[in-house]
């Protein structure tokens, strides 16, 4: 996977995760699993600290707790997410199994995912970590290459440029038809004109592809539970998650991911 983030004569950077927690035990755990990897950690104990180094030098990813004195973690992500120098980078969430409504609100401020504490797995929370810095990289990349196809003439028109930019950045809450127009200061007419034309479907289609394209990716690649990933798609509810996903890829979310597992354990008896 990681074959498809780099060109053959352009190394991937290393990344750079930034540690916010108060607590020195969890975070001396965090630092033995990180060591496997070669991945450049810093450490912040305390959510104000925490967002002055990412402020100085943004980070590939952050890794938050959620319960700490004074700014707590959801303080510290609504600041992060706010602030131009922070708002793309990715924060995971650190928070306890049993704080559900602690995960639907990191994910509801921004957060890319969260792992429960204490840390059952390492392997999962080093798989999770590697997708969203995967994720992160895929992004930069389609932001360096809409510039270069911007000054080149290349590519997608500005209008649709703009309106799936608007789009992917409320992706669980997007605006309106009629506030999408007003932001774009267009008609209706002409913006369904030019994504039929460059894309071949209306842009609250294209809006739908891109969610059940990221649930997709989610469910494979983390593990976040269904009810988790329909929020953070924007689906209202599990069911309806479900059902567009059947829909569209013939089989449900549970479906798929049992199917990933069976394909996974047939390789390792291989």
């Avoid at 060109?7 to 991937?12: D, E, G």
């Avoid at 059952?120 to 360096?144: D, M, P, W």
Wanted: aromatic share 6%; proline share 6%.
């Amino acid at each position: 996977m990681a074959d498809d983030l780099m060109t053959a004569n352009t190394p991937v950077p290393v990344p750079r995760l930034l540690l916010i927690d108060d607590n020195i035990s969890d975070l001396r755990v965090l630092l033995d699993m990180l060591a496997a990897r070669q991945w450049l950690t810093t450490v912040a104990f305390s959510g104000e600290d925490g967002y002055h180094k990412a402020c100085l030098q943004p980070p590939s990813l952050i890794l938050l707790d959620v319960r700490m004195p004074g700014m707590d973690g959801f303080a510290t992500c609504r600041r992060l997410k706010a602030d131009p120098r922070t708002a793309e980078v990715p924060v995971i969430f650190l928070t306890a199994a049993e704080d559900k409504d602690d995960r639907l609100t990191g994910l509801g401020l921004g957060a890319v995912d969260y792992i429960i504490k204490p840390f059952a797995s390492e392997e999962e929370v080093l798989a999770r970590i590697g997708i969203h810095l995967q994720l992160a990289r895929r992004r930069g990349q389609a932001e360096t290459q809409e510039v270069e196809d911007e000054v080149s003439g290349d590519g997608l028109p500005p209008l649709v440029r703009a309106a799936m930019r608007l789009l992917e950045e409320n992706l669980a809450h997007p605006p309106d038809m009629d506030s999408l127009l007003r932001q774009l200061g267009t008609n209706k007419k002409r913006l369904n004109e030019e994504f039929h034309h460059n894309l071949g479907i209306p842009p609250f289609v294209w809006l739908r592809e891109q969610r059940l394209r990221l649930a997709r990716e989610l469910l494979a690649n983390t593990q976040t539970s269904v009810a988790d990933i329909a929020a953070y798609c924007g689906y209202a509810n599990q069911g309806n998650f479900a059902t567009a996903f059947r829909e569209h890829f013939e089989c449900t979310p549970r479906e798929y991911r049992q199917q990933l597992r069976e394909a996974a354990l047939a390789r390792e008896l291989d």
